[in-house]
């Protein structure tokens, strides 16, 4: 069984990941999206509100994925699960710079798992979970950006109603 590993912080998740995760799971049997724990980076949602959220979008796709956290090495996570490939979404030439040094580290840690970068479909490619939060913070429209249900929540949280 081919098992990838998408990790990531998701806070909040957005149409952009979705999309990756669309695509994703075309190339493995199953596709655990890993959450990373993210404290230090003060997140808008806990990692429990992400894991939630995250199971809550996927929950319609025809397929084998499983929604874990993880606060770990993500090396020591990937050999946890047994998996094959991590996926990696890019953006732009600015994100490849930085996976590509990631890639070059977990390489050197584990030769076995392979990382695949999928790129982002052009209509998400400005997408990033910061800025959706600056731009509700500020007032502005996101539902372009998340899911109506998403929206809901980041507005709730950043205007303390939830």
């Not at 990631?102 to 910061?130: C, G, K, W, Y």
Request: charged share 25%.
């Amino acid at each position: 069984m081919r098992i990838g590993l998408y990790p990531g912080t998701f806070d909040p998740v957005t149409n952009g990941h979705m999309d990756i995760i669309g695509r994703a799971v075309k190339l493995v049997d199953r596709l655990v999206i890993g959450v990373a724990r993210n404290d230090d980076k003060g997140p808008l949602f806990t990692t429990a509100e992400r894991v939630e959220m995250l199971k809550a979008e996927v929950a319609t796709l025809n397929a084998d994925i499983v929604v874990q956290p993880f606060d770990t090495l993500l090396m020591h996570f990937a050999e946890s699960l047994d998996a094959n490939v991590i996926v990696r979404g890019l953006r732009a030439v600015a994100d490849f710079e930085y996976e590509f040094q990631m890639t070059a580290m977990n390489q050197r840690l584990n030769s076995d798992i392979e990382t695949v970068f999928l790129m982002a479909d052009p209509r998400h490619q400005a997408i990033a979970s910061r800025l959706v939060k600056e731009i509700a913070r500020l007032d502005g429209k996101i539902e372009s950006f998340v899911s109506p249900a998403v929206a809901e929540r980041v507005r709730a949280r950043v205007k303390g109603r939830d």
